[in-house]
């Protein structure tokens, strides 16, 4: 047991651990591929929710007309009248990757589809980002954490939410560049290597083209570079890490459209800068303590330190006049939503009225990282012993991602891949430490129990000199009193007392327990990791299911409803919806519409907004300015589907009384109370949207009992004057109204309608809802 292994036997062993590294590696690419394969499985290969719809419709564009014409093209069929410029504001990572794997596949003579090639980018791109997390782990803390991460995310419920097959969504690739981005630059910075830093910031750039979530590692880069300034960790390698990347990676980012003059214009990218600034002069002045005596050293980094501060001062300046000339400050509504989580409540409501925007509750971290919510303490304590560049940023991502995690639900996906890392450290330390305990107490082992515990104790002394030495080696050369130092901490590490060695080891029983709970913790995480999968997450929107009593019940409502309108509209006709619905209208029943799930125009949402909240009269008005025809709603009384237009309601009449003063939200509540019972304002049960949702919903169960509100509707009965139902679809989901023509004008009445002419236009104008 004793004997020493010869060179040929440890490379051996070497190869061999490098061979069984890249097999379980392979094995974790298909796990996370076939995990998020449920949803094809159980359903169909169909695209999912509402903005992947806009993304498999502009990926269908590139692939037909080519990348220049994809540059170029303007949507007319969206935010009618005043459309869109697609290649200009929209991320093209995502498009462009999928786009050059489907022209890759049909170039091998695999015929695939563009929708298919769009189904299975997510699970492609989930294994890239297992195998990047290995990566990154690696350079932290070593391979079997970096194993032990990969496996963990390969599984974990909060990234499979945003990648299952089908969720054809911006985050598909982006969280692989954000891992593979971050573990560029702990490269850099462990190695001190240019190329790696240069690949960094084409990964940045990668980055830059497929997620607008880019400026957290804009910013959290910055802030480790800054902490390892701030605690004398500073090195050449450092330098070479960070300056290359505010360099190349923002000349790069100001390529892509979207982002543009932003990538220098906007606060949210300063940060950099000002580290920029900071690190060159923390790099003057180490390079002037090298060439110069103490006492001019004095003098010259007085003078840089002065020079330094009037630079970073002049800098300030101007950042905070281009800054105070903003009414944001500089901050997009966003950003300002994650600095000030109640600012999108109070300014921006169009923000806050998306689900994903709110903050998560204590249940959903169970339910999205599950153990590793345990984990992770622990694995932040591992990165303190021994602290090193890579493990501090390893503990400030997992910080700043749990803190955005709060703040808004959507970004439990950024804390997924960094509990992932922090939760595969820790097993992979506490495996390390049982199972040495079990193989230090072997019976093997405890005949010469003196001379092995030395030979373990030597062993595993000599491990941790040789990786402070190469740690060592990488920072930058170390004066001769330091040196002295680091010489009389070795020799007094090395001498380490046996007997402590020996009382570092736990109990062989207390060892063997432990691996089994901790093996159990691991089943628990994989049982639930694959119900998720299976059930909570597979489940396309498009597509609903229900189980009662006798079986499974499949609502295709809204595929009904798009392929009527497909099939018996014109092509040139419009359609008012909620913007929830705009890119699934626009992509499957291909007709114009008048919002959608961009977002980038709020005024005309609360036009739309408005429509909804006024009396049938002005809502025909409104929408007859604006060349609608149909009018589309989303209703779940019937059968009890929570995410429809009436829960959704009070969002129209905020967001349309921010725009238009005369919708104010008191007046459809009842003592501050949303109802739709015989308590409701006469507000509330007179507008357009409680109208088109209810209209012959009487005639189902002769009560007009809501499933969703769990009460009777207050207003049964009413007729529609100036809108037709055309089309309603089988479970009462999904409604169509179509715009009645004007009235004709009668006979016999022509003097009588000019002298009222001119005061109808003056009515028009003070009862004109838009004002």
């Not at 002069?281 to 010259?300: D, E, N, T, W």
């Not at 990282?369 to 400030?396: K, M, Q």
Request: positive net charge.
């Amino acid at each position: 047991m004793a004997a020493l292994e010869t060179p040929q036997s440890s490379t051996l062993r070497q190869a061999f651990g490098n061979v069984l590294s890249v097999f379980i590696l392979l094995l974790i690419g298909i796990l996370a591929f076939s995990i998020r394969l449920f949803s094809v499985i159980k359903y169909e290969s169909v695209i999912h929710e509402f903005d992947p719809y806009f993304n498999y419709r502009v990926t269908q564009f590139l692939t037909k007309n080519g990348i220049y014409d994809f540059w170029n093209w303007f949507d007319d069929r969206t935010w009618y009248p005043l459309g869109r410029v697609i290649g200009g504001t929209v991320y093209p990572g995502l498009t462009l990757t999928a786009g050059t794997l489907w022209r890759i596949l049909n170039s091998l003579n695999i015929p695939l589809s563009v929708e298919t090639v769009c189904v299975f980018t997510a699970p492609i791109f989930s294994a890239f980002a297992s195998w990047a997390a290995y990566l990154l782990t690696k350079e932290v803390k070593g391979v079997g954490a970096g194993l032990t991460a990969a496996a963990l995310l390969a599984m974990v419920p909060s990234y499979i939410s945003r990648s299952v097959a089908g969720s054809y969504d911006n985050e598909a690739v982006a969280i692989f560049a954000l891992i593979f981005t971050f573990y560029l630059y702990i490269k850099a910075l462990n190695t001190g290597s240019l190329f790696y830093a240069t690949l960094n910031a084409i990964s940045y750039f990668y980055m830059v083209c497929s997620w607008g979530g880019y400026t957290f590692i804009i910013n959290l880069i910055p802030m480790h570079v800054l902490l390892c300034i701030v605690t004398g960790r500073y090195s050449s390698r450092l330098y070479i890490a960070y300056a290359p990347l505010v360099v190349l990676g923002t000349l790069l980012a100001s390529l892509v459209p979207v982002v543009g003059f932003n990538a220098v214009m906007t606060s949210e990218h300063f940060a950099s800068f000002l580290v920029f600034i900071i690190i060159h002069v923390v790099a003057l002045v180490y390079y002037i303590k090298g060439i110069l005596s103490p006492q001019m050293f004095k003098v010259a980094v007085t003078l840089v330190v002065s020079i330094g501060l009037i630079v970073c001062g002049a800098v300030l300046a101007v950042l905070i006049a281009m800054v105070a000339s903003s009414p944001t400050k500089g901050w997009s509504g966003r950003s300002l939503s994650l600095l000030d989580p109640t600012y999108a409540s109070k300014y921006i409501p169009i923000i806050a009225s998306v689900s994903e925007h709110q903050p998560p509750t204590w249940p959903s971290y169970f339910m999205d990282i599950n153990v590793l919510a345990f984990l992770v303490p622990a694995g932040i304590i591992a990165c303190f012993l021994p602290l090193s560049d890579a493990s501090s940023f390893a503990v400030l991502y997992i910080v700043t991602s749990v803190y955005f995690s709060g703040v808004m639900v959507r970004l439990m996906l950024v804390l997924a891949p960094a509990a992932c890392i922090m939760s595969g450290i820790a097993l992979s330390e506490a495996f390390g430490v049982f199972t040495r305990s079990i193989k230090f107490q072997l019976p093997g082992v405890t005949q010469n129990s003196p001379v092995n515990a030395g030979d373990t104790g030597n062993v595993m002394q000599n491990d941790v000199v040789k990786t402070e030495k190469s740690e060592d080696s990488l920072k930058e050369r170390p004066s001769r009193k330091n040196k002295k130092k680091e010489k009389d901490n070795v020799e007094r590490a090395s001498v380490v007392p046996k007997t402590e060695k020996r009382l570092s080891v736990l109990p062989l029983e207390a060892s063997v327990i432990a691996i089994f709970l901790l093996v159990l913790l691991g089943a628990f995480y994989v049982v639930h990791c694959v119900w998720a999968a299976a059930e909570a997450y597979s489940a396309p929107s498009i597509v609903l299911t229900s189980r009662s009593h006798d079986g499974l019940h499949v609502f295709d409502d809204f595929r009904e409803a798009y392929g009527w309108l497909r099939h018996n509209t014109e092509v040139d006709d419009k359609v008012a919806s909620w913007w929830d619905y705009g890119y699934q209208t626009t992509a499957m029943a291909n007709r114009t519409v008048i919002v959608d799930n961009n977002t980038w125009n709020n005024t005309h949402i609360a036009t739309v907004g408005t429509a909804m909240s006024s009396p049938e009269k002005a809502a025909w008005e409104i929408f007859n300015s604006l060349d609608v025809k149909y009018v589309l709603v989303v209703f779940g009384g019937l059968v009890g589907y929570p995410s429809d237009d009436i829960n959704k309601f009070l969002w129209m009449v905020r967001i349309g009384g921010g725009v238009f003063p005369h919708i104010k939200e008191p007046d459809y509540l009842r003592d501050g109370q949303y109802r739709i019972d015989s308590q409701a304002t006469p507000t509330m049960l007179n507008s357009l949207m409680y109208k088109l949702s209810y209209y012959r919903f009487v005639e189902t169960d002769g009560k007009g009992f809501d499933r969703v509100r769990n009460t009777e509707i207050g207003k049964k009965y009413f007729k529609l004057t100036h809108f037709e139902e055309v089309f309603t679809t089988h479970h009462w989901m999904v409604r169509i109204y179509k715009l009645k023509p004007p009235k004709n004008r009668i006979r016999g009445k022509t003097k009588k309608a000019k002298s009222k002419a001119s005061s109808k236009r003056s009515g028009t104008l003070k009862n004109n809802p838009w004002h």
